[in-house]
C-alpha cells in the first residue's frame, strides 16, 4: 500500500510539472504569436483561465486513470474518474466559448457606429451579435449532451429516445411551434439586412431606433425613451418603415398656411439664408419653397429641406418652420392667415362676390 500511495504521489507530481509545462509553452507561444499580432495580449487575457482549467482537468483525469488498480470498481474511483471527464467537458466547452466569443469580437471591433457612414457596421453589428447568442447556445448544448452521455444509464435512455424521434419531434415542434419561429425569424432578420441595429424604424405608428436584436425579440428605442418590445415574427409578417436600410439621408416637408396675398417672391428669397443658418443640420442637397395649394381661403406653402439623418431632419424642419414664422411676422404681415367676413347694412341686399380683395377684414 505504501508503494501504492509513493507511485500515486510521484504519478501526481509527474502530471503538474506536464501541466506546468504545457502552461508555460503555451504562454511562450502567445507571447511570440502577439509580437506579429496585435490581438494576441487580449487572446492570452480572455483564454487563460479557461485553458489552464482545461489542462489540470486532462492531468487529473489521466492521474486518476494511471493509479486506478485494474479490476478496481470501488464506487468513489467511478465517481472521480466520472467528475473528472465532466470537469473536461465543461473546461473544453468553456475555452472553445471564450475562443468563439473572442474571434466575434473582433469583428465588433471593427463595426464602428460613432461615424456617419456606418450601414456596413451596422449591418455586421447585428449579425455578429446574433451569430455570439447562437455560439453560446450551441456550446452549451453540445457540453450538455455530452455530460449526459457521460452517464451509462442516460445512453440507454438515448437509444429508445432515438427509436421513437419521429413521434417525438412532431410533438416537439409542434408544442414548440411559436417560439421556433421566433428563432427563426431572428436569424433571417440576422441575415436579410431587414433591420440593424440603430436603424431608424417605425413600428405600431412610434418613431424609434432599433436598440436590440435577439433570437426571440427586438426592442425599440422610442423617440422619448420609451421600449417597445416585439417578438422577432413582427419584423417578417408585418409591414413597417425602416428609414435608414440603405442610408440615412432623408427629404422632409415644412408647410405653412398663409394668406393670399403672400409675396412668395421675397419668401423665396429668404429660404437660402434661412438655410445657411441652419449650419450642420442641412446637408445642402436639396432646400425648394413651392406653392402647393390655394383653397378654402388659405395659400399652403411647402418647403422642402434634407438631412444627414431623422433626428437632424426634425430639428431642421423645426428651424426653418420657426424662422418663415419669424419672417412673415416681422417682413409680410399681409401674408398672416386671416378670416374674412362680409357685413351688410340691414335691409340691404346681399351681394356676392368672389374677389378677396373686395371683402372687408
Given at each position: 500500500?505504501?508503494?501504492?500511495?509513493?507511485?500515486?504521489?510521484?504519478?501526481?507530481?509527474?502530471?503538474?510539472?506536464?501541466?506546468?509545462?504545457v502552461i508555460v509553452?503555451?504562454?511562450?507561444?502567445?507571447?511570440?504569436?502577439?509580437?506579429?499580432?496585435?490581438?494576441?495580449?487580449?487572446?492570452?487575457?480572455?483564454?487563460?483561465?479557461?485553458?489552464?482549467?482545461?489542462?489540470?482537468?486532462?492531468?487529473?483525469?489521466?492521474?486518476?486513470?494511471?493509479?486506478?488498480?485494474?479490476?478496481?470498481?470501488?464506487?468513489?474511483?467511478?465517481?472521480?474518474?466520472?467528475?473528472?471527464?465532466?470537469?473536461?467537458?465543461?473546461?473544453?466547452?468553456?475555452?472553445?466559448?471564450?475562443?468563439?466569443?473572442?474571434?466575434?469580437?473582433?469583428?465588433?471591433?471593427?463595426?464602428?457606429?460613432?461615424?456617419?457612414?456606418?450601414?456596413?457596421?451596422?449591418?455586421?453589428?447585428?449579425?455578429?451579435?446574433?451569430?455570439?447568442?447562437?455560439?453560446?447556445?450551441?456550446?452549451?448544448?453540445?457540453?450538455?449532451?455530452?455530460?449526459?452521455?457521460?452517464?451509462?444509464?442516460?445512453?440507454?435512455?438515448?437509444?429508445?429516445?432515438?427509436?421513437?424521434?419521429?413521434?417525438?419531434?412532431?410533438?416537439?415542434?409542434?408544442?414548440?411551434?411559436?417560439?421556433?419561429?421566433?428563432?427563426?425569424?431572428?436569424?433571417?432578420?440576422?441575415?436579410?439586412?431587414?433591420?440593424?441595429?440603430?436603424?431608424?424604424?417605425?413600428?405600431?405608428?412610434?418613431?424609434?431606433?432599433?436598440?436590440?436584436?435577439?433570437?426571440?425579440?427586438?426592442?425599440?428605442?422610442?423617440?422619448?425613451?420609451?421600449?417597445?418590445?416585439?417578438?422577432?415574427?413582427?419584423?417578417?409578417?408585418?409591414?413597417?418603415?425602416?428609414?435608414?436600410?440603405?442610408?440615412?439621408?432623408?427629404?422632409?416637408?415644412?408647410?405653412?398656411?398663409?394668406?393670399?396675398?403672400?409675396?412668395?417672391?421675397?419668401?423665396?428669397?429668404?429660404?437660402?439664408?434661412?438655410?445657411?443658418d441652419a449650419g450642420?443640420?442641412?446637408?445642402?442637397?436639396?432646400?425648394?419653397?413651392?406653392?402647393?395649394?390655394?383653397?378654402?381661403?388659405?395659400?399652403?406653402?411647402?418647403?422642402?429641406?434634407?438631412?444627414?439623418?431623422?433626428?437632424?431632419?426634425?430639428?431642421?424642419?423645426?428651424?426653418?418652420?420657426?424662422?418663415?414664422?419669424?419672417?412673415?411676422?416681422?417682413?409680410?404681415?399681409?401674408?398672416?392667415?386671416?378670416?374674412?367676413?362680409?357685413?351688410?347694412?340691414?335691409?340691404?341686399?346681399?351681394?356676392?362676390?368672389?374677389?378677396?380683395?373686395?371683402?372687408?377684414?
Open positions: 500500500m505504501a508503494v501504492s500511495w509513493m507511485n500515486a504521489l510521484v504519478a501526481a507530481a509527474s502530471a503538474l510539472g506536464a501541466a506546468l509545462l509553452l503555451a504562454y511562450v507561444a502567445l507571447q511570440v504569436i502577439s509580437r506579429r499580432w496585435p490581438h494576441g495580449q487580449r487572446l492570452a487575457a480572455t483564454a487563460r483561465t479557461p485553458f489552464r482549467a482545461l489542462v489540470l482537468t486532462l492531468v487529473l483525469t489521466g492521474w486518476v486513470s494511471g493509479v486506478r488498480l485494474r479490476g478496481d470498481d470501488e464506487l468513489w474511483w467511478n465517481a472521480a474518474a466520472l467528475g473528472c471527464r465532466i470537469l473536461a467537458i465543461v473546461a473544453g466547452a468553456w475555452l472553445l466559448a471564450a475562443v468563439l466569443l473572442f474571434l466575434e469580437d473582433l469583428g465588433l471591433g471593427r463595426a464602428r457606429l460613432d461615424v456617419r457612414d456606418n450601414l456596413h457596421a451596422r449591418r455586421m453589428r447585428t449579425q455578429v451579435l446574433i451569430i455570439r447568442r447562437l455560439t453560446v447556445a450551441a456550446v452549451v448544448v453540445v457540453a450538455v449532451g455530452a455530460i449526459l452521455f457521460s452517464f451509462p444509464g442516460v445512453r440507454a435512455i438515448g437509444a429508445s429516445v432515438l427509436a421513437s424521434a419521429g413521434l417525438i419531434s412532431v410533438v416537439a415542434a409542434l408544442a414548440a411551434q411559436s417560439t421556433l419561429a421566433n428563432v427563426f425569424a431572428g436569424i433571417q432578420i440576422a441575415f436579410s439586412d431587414a433591420i440593424r441595429i440603430d436603424d431608424v424604424v417605425i413600428v405600431e405608428e412610434e418613431w424609434g431606433w432599433i436598440e436590440e436584436i435577439t433570437l426571440s425579440y427586438v426592442v425599440v428605442r422610442l423617440w422619448d425613451d420609451r421600449r417597445m418590445v416585439l417578438p422577432s415574427t413582427y419584423f417578417t409578417t408585418t409591414p413597417f418603415q425602416n428609414w435608414t436600410r440603405k442610408n440615412s439621408e432623408l427629404l422632409g416637408a415644412v408647410e405653412l398656411d398663409v394668406d393670399w396675398r403672400v409675396d412668395t417672391v421675397r419668401l423665396r428669397e429668404e429660404l437660402p439664408r434661412i438655410m445657411v450642420e443640420m442641412w446637408d445642402q442637397r436639396v432646400a425648394h419653397l413651392q406653392v402647393t395649394d390655394a383653397v378654402g381661403g388659405f395659400v399652403r406653402i411647402r418647403v422642402l429641406v434634407t438631412s444627414l439623418d431623422a433626428p437632424t431632419l426634425f430639428d431642421l424642419r423645426c428651424h426653418v418652420r420657426e424662422r418663415l414664422v419669424q419672417w412673415l411676422r416681422e417682413h409680410d404681415t399681409d401674408a398672416l392667415p386671416r378670416w374674412r367676413v362680409e357685413t351688410q347694412p340691414p335691409g340691404s341686399t346681399t351681394t356676392s362676390t368672389s374677389n378677396p380683395s373686395e371683402l372687408s377684414r
